[in-house]
């Protein structure tokens, strides 16, 4: 078994306005990072509308292809952005996460990482949002257990924003745990711990700001793992986000590189215990290029060791 690495060239292709932290040398500097390092590599296709349509309304895709611009960049609010090669690029990270569960669930490789942007953790049902078009995350939950017939999966979220798309989208499903712990107050202004979903399946954990790496492993000890092993899901999802790294430019947590490794030891040692060490991690936020290219080497580094 070992740990596959899932992207592809069109992600770069979604070129965002000048000064957009969002930027093309994101995904750059951690594919840099990870270069050279004995993973399977793997190459993303473009998902299948059908499979969007297990997250989101036909007038959702309709809306985001109409809204891709042939030249130039078309904004679709504040944060959002499409350039020409946006839709591509979207739809290569959707296909990501879709082969990346294929490939664990199919005993191809233990577990997978998708470096990948667009992210997606906060795009709705039927609104792009917070640098995001398809919700990659809910996505890949929505195709373990519905095409894959899982009855139990989890997403866990440590990207420093809530991440609001994903709730919205598996809010109704009592299948699915979705866990996120978030800097608050901070954009989007969601995550509160009273948002728990239809089935009290959802579990928000808002850490507040200037707190470091140890009031997150408290808080994790004290309520994520606990809830993650009474779960007992059969593969955890990761929204890899690392924007809660103390050098970040977006948001005021102080974690370190070695936070993020640890907490990812911690999320593979439960996928052991309870998932067959199934993991799919995917690339949502991080904005110092250094500490994004460093966290998510530590994090795929993780993986690996776990899919040794």
């Known amino acids: 078994m070992t740990t596959a690495l899932i992207t592809h060239a069109d992600c770069l292709d979604h070129v965002t306005p000048d000064g957009h932290p969002e930027q ?22 473009m998902v299948e509308d059908g499979d969007l349509l297990r997250i989101h ?60 942007r667009p992210p997606g953790h906060h795009a709705e ?50 299948r699915a745990l979705v866990i996120t ?18 089935h009290g399946q959802i579990v928000n954990v808002p850490l507040p700001p200037e707190s470091d790496g140890a009031h997150m492993r408290a808080a994790y000890e004290a309520h994520v793992f606990p809830r993650l092993r009474e779960f007992a899901p059969e593969l955890i999802i990761i929204s890899a986000g690392f924007d809660a790294h103390q050098d970040d430019p977006l948001a005021q947590l102080n974690w370190s590189t ?8 911690d999320l593979c040692k439960i996928a052991d215990e309870c998932a067959q060490g199934r993991v799919v991690s995917t690339l949502e936020g991080g904005y110092d290029l250094q500490a994004l290219a460093a966290s998510a080497k530590a994090h795929v580094e993780v993986l690996m060791e776990a899919g040794a």
């Not at 257990?145 to 991440?163: C, M, T």
């Open 258 to 265: 070695e936070d993020f490794r640890r907490l990812t030891q």
């Open 57 to 116: 309304p036909q007038a959702h895709l309709d809306q985001i292809r109409k809204a891709a611009p042939d030249a130039g960049h078309h904004q679709l609010d504040a944060d959002t952005w499409m350039s020409p090669g946006s839709l591509t690029a979207a739809y290569r990270a959707a296909g990501a996460v879709v082969r990346a569960v294929d490939m664990v669930l199919g005993g191809d490789v233990q577990n997978a990482f998708c470096a990948i």
């Open 125 to 174: 049902k039927q609104t792009p949002m917070g640098f995001c078009l398809f919700g990659n995350a809910a996505l890949a939950a929505k195709i373990a257990l519905d095409k894959h017939g899982l009855s139990r999966v989890a997403v866990v979220d440590f990207d420093v924003h809530h991440g609001n798309g994903t709730q919205d989208l598996l809010w109704d499903d009592a």
């Open 181 to 198: 712990s978030q800097q608050m107050p901070l954009w989007p202004g969601t995550g509160a711990a009273s948002e728990r979903g239809k």
């Open 24 to 45: 093309v040398a994101r995904l750059e500097h951690v594919l840099h990072a990870l270069a050279g390092m004995p993973l399977q590599r793997e190459t993303a296709p």
